[in-house]
Structures are given as structure tokens and as C-alpha cells.
């Protein structure tokens, strides 16, 4: 339905020259934010404009408003989103409705928007060590997809890994309903990795993720986004034959699964913690769980996806090496080499958690000092690694993996918001800003405008000062 009021749209949009644009959100912006800031840059002939949004609401109803109404220049509204649910994946179109002095209506609409400003609750788990997976009734299970139920198989999946690759175990119970009804082939289970963690609302080129049918037959999923020049947004999804190895094999009601992904997939290693989720897919009618608690539309978000870790190697790589210690030394060494393997591993698992939580406090902390301290010229990473006692490599590191941006762009983007403000609410001069905002000159700051906002300071005061 929001497809069709989208088409309606562009159909009611006059023909004329008056240029009527939606500079504010642009396609592919992620809002992380309490706040939503819409904005149009129209001719004089324009005398309104109104800002709607239609989006999903709680339990995943379409809903629709009006955001604001704008009787004057600048056109610009902005929308407290506190109350609504995270839109992802397509869920939000925004719309603007233009009036122009003559009667005729202009209208835009905006889909490719995304509001995460809600934290996603997703689960943790860790990836064991070992050469080779444990038979089928040995799955530990840990990451458990759907309920048990009478009607609706039930999936047991555990992850494990070596030098050489990463290997998916899954045990599909009840699954011989599925096999009979011939619907083999379109039903198994969906592996979805995110290696850089980056925490996506849609899927890219940059995660992988595979289909494994009841068969045994691996297929490679590639999306692309795609934001079209008409304002909409669609993911496109094509899918090949995989080559990595896969083990299937039928066990009276139940499937069980084994698919080994090559360590080389992910580069030069496979990393430490990476976003990861498994899904079971059903027949069409029927809901298809994931471990992650994601499905349907959503169900290829990478925001919405758990967390691996991987547990480190252990000192003896072999159970069998266990039972000639205690062939040799007797039952009370063996129970003693069991417990520190068991200790090793409860705590390898709490210092993975620990070692990030340190990181995100580091980065707190520098995020911190550069707020009181980016208004300052002569502000650089030596500074920031003198006021923090932080190497300046690790600095570069911290801003990399949770910003996704270095020190020094990170540091301009920080100034270029400041300006913004100080441009859209005073009437200071643009030299006077430059100076209070940390800009060695006027000239640096308009490279920078020009360089990260496509626009000069004195064009962005024009469309967006208020009052």
C-alpha cells in the first residue's frame, strides 16, 4: 500500500519549473537520534508545505501523520521520533507536500530513510574451538531458532571454528512433515554474517549470507540496496550456487545440517566477534524464526542480528590427549585439567565482554575531551593523546571501529556541526564562526563544507537559517 501512495505522489506532482526538492533527510541517512530534521528547498512561488511520514507502529501496523506544517520559508519541521519503533529496511517513506501561490500542489516522497535511534536488544553467543563438529546428537544447541512445537519444526544450531574455516552445525527436528510435502528444496536454514559488526539497517555487498536446503543445496545470497533517483528503495537480492562444503543427512523425523564456510571468505582470518544470525525458513504461509528474534522483511537486517565470539584455542586441542593424562597420573589429575578447561572457558567468555566494554569506555572518554575541546585551533591527536594518555594509534583504532571514521575526519565532522548550528541560528559572520568553531579561517571552513556537506557556508545559512 505504501508503494501505491508513493506512485501516487510522484503522479500528482505538477509540471513545472519551480524547483521543489527534499534536501533533508538524504537517501541512505541512519537516524540515531531523538530527533528527525526534514527539510525542502522550494522557489518563492511556494507559500506551504506540509511534512508527513508513513511508517510501521508498534507490532508492525502501518501508520501514518502529519509531521508538520510550514506556512513560510525556511521550510523546515523537526519531528520528535522518541515514540516510534526503529524503521528499517524500507519501513519509513516521508512525503512533502508543496502549495504554490497559484494553487497547484507539489509533491514529494522520500523512502531509503532509517531510524535506529532505539538500542537493538540482540543476543550474544560464543563460537567453540575444534577440528571437526560433534556428531548430530552431540549439538550443544546454543543457538536455538524457534519453540518446539507439534506442528512447527524446532532448529538446535551451534558455530565452531579452526584455523581453516567456520562451520554452522544445525539439527532440524520435526522436519519430516516438510520433507514429505516435497517442500525440501525451499525450506532449511539461512546463515546470515556481518564480519565487520557494522550494525547496518539493510543489507550490503560487505555481509554473507547463504541458503541451505533440506537437501544439502548451498546457495550464496548477494544484496544490493539500491536508492533510485525517484526518491524509493529497494534491495535487490540475487542468488548462485555456492561451492562450500555441506553435509546433509536424515535422521527419522529429523535434518541435520553442516556447513563449512573457508576461513579465506573473510580475508586474512576469520575475526574475533562478528554480527551473525541463522534462520529456519519455512513454506511461504508460515513464520521463519531466527535465532536473533528477526524475521520477515527484517529478517536480513544487520542491525537486528546477534553477536559471536570466538572462544580462544585451547592448550590441548584433544580429548584424547585428556585420557592419557589420566591413564598416567591417575582420575585426580584428570579431574583437575577438567576443571581449568572449564574455568578457561568461563572466563575467555567474560574477558571478550569485558575487553569491549573497556574499549567503548575509552572511546567515551575521548568522545568527551574532543566536545570541550574541538572549538580550540591548534586541537590535534597528539593533544588528545596528552590529555588522555592514549597512544595516537589507538586513538585512530578507537574512532575507526566505533565512529567508522578517523580522528581527523571525525574532528571536522564535530566542528562542521557546530557551524551548522551557529549559521542556522545567529546572524554572526562566517569569519567570526570559522574563528569560535576551531577553523584556522573562512577558507578552510568553506573547503570543508564543500568537502563533507556539497555546499558552501553561505548557500547552507540561506536554506536553513531560522527566523
Known amino acids: 500500500m505504501a508503494g501505491l501512495l508513493f506512485v501516487a505522489l510522484l503522479r500528482a506532482a505538477p509540471d513545472s519549473a519551480c ?39 508498534a507490532a508492525g501496523v502501518p501508520d501514518s501523520l502529519l509531521v508538520g506544517s510550514i506556512t513560510r520559508p525556511p521550510f523546515i519541521v523537526l519531528w520528535n521520533i522518541s515514540a516510534l519503533p526503529n524503521q528499517l529496511m524500507g519501513d519509513l517513506t516521508l ?55 507439534a506442528t512447527i519444526p524446532f532448529c538446535k544450531s551451534s558455530v565452531f571454528w ?58 550464496q545470497i548477494f544484496s544490493t540496496p539500491d536508492f533510485n533517483s525517484g526518491g524509493g528503495f529497494t534491495v535487490y537480492n540475487n542468488t548462485v550456487p555456492s561451492s562450500n562444503r555441506c553435509v546433509c543427512t536424515h535422521n527419522g523425523s529429523a535434518t541435520h545440517l553442516e556447513f563449512h564456510i573457508p576461513a579465506k571468505t573473510f580475508g586474512a582470518a576469520i575475526p574475533d566477534s562478528f554480527g551473525f544470525n541463522v534462520a ?36 590441548l586441542r584433544a580429548d584424547l590427549w585428556l585420557w592419557l593424562l589420566s591413564y598416567l597420573c591417575g582420575g585426580g589429575l584428570f579431574a583437575i585439567v577438567i576443571i581449568i578447561r572449564k574455568k578457561r572457558r568461563h572466563a575467555s567468555s567474560r574477558s571478550v565482554n569485558e575487553s569491549l566494554q573497556n574499549l567503548k569506555n575509552q572511546f567515551e572518554h575521548l568522545k568527551t575531551i574532543v566536545g570541550a575541546s574541538v572549538t580550540q585551533r591548534s586541537f590535534s591527536i597528539n593533544q588528545l593523546s596528552s590529555l588522555s594518555s592514549i597512544p595516537p594509534s589507538r586513538i585512530n583504532y578507537l574512532f575507526k571501529r566505533f565512529a ?64
Not at 533533508?24 to 526534514?38: E, M, R, S, W
Not at 517442500?183 to 556481518?194: A, H, L, N, P, V
Not at 528474534?293 to 592448550?315: F, I
Request: net charge positive; hydrophobic share 40%.
Open 162 to 219: 579452526n584455523e581453516q574455516e567456520l562451520i554452522v552445525v544445525c539439527a532440524i527436528l520435526d522436519s519430516a512433515n516438510i520433507v514429505q510435502r516435497g517442500d525440501s528444496e525451499s525450506c532449511g536454514i539461512q546463515i546470515m554474517i556481518d564480519p565487520s559488526l557494522g550494525r547496518a539497517p539493510f543489507p550490503s555487498d560487505n555481509i554473507y549470507a547463504f541458503f541451505i536446503s533440506l537437501t544439502g543445496h548451498a546457495r
Open 19 to 57: 524547483a521543489f526538492r527534499l534536501t533533508t533527510p538524504l537517501p541512505g541517512a541512519v537516524i540515531q537520534g531523538a530527533v528527525c530534521t526534514l527539510a525542502v528547498s522550494a522557489c518563492s512561488t511556494i507559500s506551504s508545505v506540509n511534512f508527513k511520514a508513513r511508517f510501521l507502529a
Open 404 to 467: 567508522r571514521l578517523s580522528f581527523p575526519i571525525y574532528l571536522n565532522h564535530a566542528r562542521i556541526e557546530i557551524a551548522k548550528e551557529r549559521l542556522r541560528s545567529t546572524h554572526a559572520s562566517e569569519a567570526s564562526i570559522a574563528d569560535t568553531c576551531g577553523f584556522t579561517s573562512v577558507t578552510e571552513m568553506e573547503k570543508m563544507f564543500s568537502k563533507y556537506c556539497r555546499i558552501t557556508p553561505f548557500k547552507f545559512r540561506k536554506e536553513h537559517q531560522i527566523g
Open 280 to 315: 529456519l525458513i519455512l513454506p511461504s504461509k508460515a513464520a521463519s524464526p531466527s535465532w536473533s528474534g528477526a524475521e520477515g522483511a527484517h529478517l536480513m537486517c544487520p542491525l537486528l542480528w546477534g553477536k559471536l565470539a570466538l572462544t580462544p584455542r585451547p592448550l
Open 95 to 149: 512525503y512533502a507536500e508543496g502549495l504554490d501561490r497559484g494553487g497547484a500542489l507539489h509533491s514529494l516522497a522520500r523512502q531509503g530513510v532509517f531510524l535506529a535511534h532505539n538500542p537493538a536488544l540482540t543476543p550474544r553467543a560464543a563460537a567453540s574451538y575444534a577440528i571437526r563438529p560433534p556428531r548430530s546428537g552431540m549439538i550443544p544447541g546454543d543457538l536455538s531458532v524457534g519453540r518446539p512445537s
